[in-house]
């Protein structure tokens, strides 16, 4: 089966930056759309970004031009670049893998475990 393995996250300060990377283990995976949720304590999870295979992406309004995400086929991995951090972006963030993605809407078919973004006022 494949699993995936998202790390990166930690404490921060705001203003600060993280970069959160995702490997798939198992086989190989070429799914056309990948991406990154993200969940607050009390609060439903949300889509943060998405890539897709031809590298169109698309990003949630309150992250747009401080967070970037990329992939590297080649080595079965993903990332999400966070920089000038707020308090607000502090949640769990987990990637995804596979699944349908239209346009916004995301529902992947695999996840990561989850790391914890802590943002410090």
């Known amino acids: 089966q494949v699993q995936l393995v998202d790390s990166g996250g930690g404490l921060v300060q705001a203003g600060g930056s993280l970069r959160l990377s995702c490997a798939a283990s198992g086989r190989t995976i070429r799914s056309w759309a990948v991406g990154w949720f993200r969940q607050a304590p009390g609060k439903e999870r949300e889509l943060v970004a998405v890539i897709t295979s031809d590298e169109d992406t698309y990003y949630t309004d309150s992250v747009k031009g401080r967070f970037t995400i990329s992939r590297d086929n080649a080595k079965n991995a993903m990332f999400l670049q966070m920089n000038s951090l707020k308090v607000e972006d502090t949640a769990v963030y987990y990637c995804?893998?596979?699944?349908?993605?239209?346009?916004?809407?995301?529902?992947?078919?695999?996840w990561g475990q989850g790391t914890q973004v802590t943002v410090s006022s």
């Open positions: 995804a893998d596979g699944g349908t993605y239209y346009s916004g809407s995301y529902v992947p078919d695999y």
